[in-house]
């Protein structure tokens, strides 16, 4: 599976962005999906995760402001970010992984979201 991450841009604080991860197949096998970003000079951190059992997760710091979810029909995951903050500003990266816990197989290219103040 090929994942393609799209949707990142520069917007304004309090603004909003709706980012995509396009697989290349289906997503059904897939049993966990996440979102990551990275800073500039930061690690990768995880911001959301969602599973097939329907359930989700968040960093403390999107916890509100995000929003995870999947479209197993269209092959699709979203990760739709309201009242963006500067330090949202990252390069996004989508995972995804077959087994619900675990390493994450397979990863997109990332898609960078500026927020300027």
């Known amino acids: 599976v090929q994942l393609q991450a799209s949707g990142g841009g520069l917007v304004q604080a309090g603004g909003s962005l709706r980012l995509s991860c396009a697989a290349s197949?289906?997503?059904?096998?897939?049993?966990?999906m996440s979102w990551y970003r990275q800073a500039p000079g930061k690690q990768r951190e995880l911001v959301a995760a969602?599973?097939?059992?329907?359930?989700?997760n968040y960093a403390d710091s999107v916890k509100g402001r995000f929003t995870i979810s999947r479209d197993n029909d269209n092959n699709t995951m979203y990760l739709q970010m309201n009242s963006l903050k500067p330090e949202d500003t990252a390069v996004y990266y989508c995972?995804?992984?077959?087994?619900?816990?675990?390493?994450?197989?397979?990863w997109g290219q990332g898609t960078l979201v500026t927020v300027s103040s």
């Open positions: 995972a995804a992984r077959v087994a619900y816990y675990g390493g994450y197989n397979y």
């Open positions: 197949g289906s997503i059904l096998r897939l049993n966990a």
């Open positions: 969602i599973f097939s059992s329907g359930n989700t």
